[in-house]
């Protein structure tokens, strides 16, 4: 899975009009996170964000690339080129000069819910992955976007506290926890010593957000672990909120509060 794109209709409207590729660049100006996919919500750790700059490029984000032949692809504002043809959008990125990643979008709704500036896709998604020119795979998808207008890619640098507030969960441990993201990329996370709060022992410890999608790499000892997280910043207060799945398929909801201390 991907990236996406739009069609024509508008919120309020009751039928729908063929927009010139002028007009459906427009309405995808701007950052994309998917939602759902064959109207299954999508795992947090599952998501991306996609950022039309303009008609003819768009960044994407992801905690990793969806197919295993890309996992150690750093998947942080990935260049892609844009090509809009009628009611459908490419994206195309190149890792080398063998093999290349192209996602071809076919438009057919648009939807504005909850506000103005919450809008919401559908697309027909058609995958076309070759792998040193040898292997084509295609999968057809319904997924769903939504529109994201804040970024908290700044916000979020300094010190904060806080715990789980979704009772029941392997996540609730009752402790305290204390993360420090530094402008770098990497954060700190500190473990109580008595009253005090030292640095763990983590030996690699990286991050990244993209609009309101926070992706977090990090290693202790020799497992690396990778974690993805929906951020909310409002002044000194942060919450995350998490869609995780369980190995038989089911889902649960994690959320955290917590507050800056620096």
Sequence with gaps: MLVAAVLCCAAASVSCKKDSEDSLADKLMGRWM?????GNPIPTDEKLVVNFAS?????????????????EVKMQKQVNDVVFDGNSVSLTHRYTQQTVMKTTFQIYTVSRIYTV???????????DLTLKEEEIHTVQKSVRYVKVDKDESQSIIGTWQGRCT??????????????QYLPDGSFVYYVKDGDNWVPGE????????????????????ELEFQ???EVS???SQMNWRAL???????????????NRVL
Excluded at 166 to 179: F, K, L, N, Q
């Design 34 to 38: 998917v939602e759902a996919a064959n």
């Design 55 to 71: 008609p003819t490029q768009a960044y994407l984000s992801a905690l990793y690339s969806a197919d295993p032949a890309f996992r």
């Design 117 to 127: 500036n919450k809008v919401a896709f559908d697309a027909d998604q058609a995958l």
């Design 166 to 179: 979704s009772d029941g969960s392997a996540y609730d441990d009752g402790e305290e926890h204390r993360w």
């Design 202 to 221: 983590n030996t690699v410890s990286e991050y990244f957000v993209d609009g309101v999608l926070l992706c977090t790499r990090w290693e202790s000892g």
């Design 227 to 229: 974690e993805a997280w």
């Design 233 to 235: 910043i409002n002044g």
């Design 244 to 258: 995780r799945q369980r190995e038989d398929g089911s889902t649960f909801t994690v959320t955290f509060e917590m």
